[in-house]
């Protein structure tokens, strides 16, 4: 596993929805001196609409196929910063090859009854029927946990997760 906050390697955050991706990544960043960035955020800006408006009007297929692309772009066209990845963005093994090369990996784990509390009556495209939500919650574990350099328990107050990845970060370098 790798341990370092090398300035020459990305620090991605990745999880489940609502494991608080963004927004650790983004205090994360500022604590670090280093530039954030949301790939869903990049992505929207690519296809110059939003997360659910891509899903409804082009599908999942073609949001994954954006989201390979646009995360392979961001790691190797720009100085390495914090990154926060869509949900299912390591189901892609082209993006999990890139990170494992490229990158550490903080895994915010979340169960999938939290994840459930923070995202229930949100917009997002894949939050919309429970028991969906939790059968995509168990099938992804396995890739969070494989892509991973890091985990953080990410049922916990923001408070106490941003802590736990600040401190874990700071004492990497």
């Not at 609409?49 to 899903?55: A, D, K, S």
């Not at 646009?70 to 790691?75: D, K, N, Q």
């Not at 890091?150 to 874990?168: G, N, P």
């Amino acid at each position: 596993m790798t341990s370092s906050t090398d300035p020459e390697r990305w620090l991605v955050m990745a999880g489940y929805m609502g494991s608080g991706k963004s927004s650790i990544g983004r205090r994360l960043a500022r604590e670090l001196g280093r530039e954030f960035i949301d790939a869903d955020r990049a992505i929207e800006d690519h296809a110059e609409l939003t997360v659910p408006e891509i899903f409804s009007k082009r599908g999942e297929v073609w949001f994954r196929r954006a989201e390979t692309d646009v995360i392979r772009r961001i790691i190797q066209e720009g100085a390495p910063g914090v990154l926060a990845l869509g949900g299912g963005a390591l189901g892609s093994a082209k993006t999990r090859s890139l990170l494992a090369r490229e990158a550490t990996v903080i895994w915010l784990n979340v169960s999938p009854e939290v994840a459930w509390r923070r995202v229930d009556g949100s917009d997002r495209p894949l939050a919309l029927d429970r028991g969906r939500f939790v059968r995509r919650a168990a099938a992804r574990e396995s890739i969070y946990r494989e892509a991973a350099d890091v985990e953080i328990d990410a049922d916990r107050s923001f408070k106490q997760v941003l802590a736990a990845v600040t401190d874990w970060a700071k004492a990497a370098v």
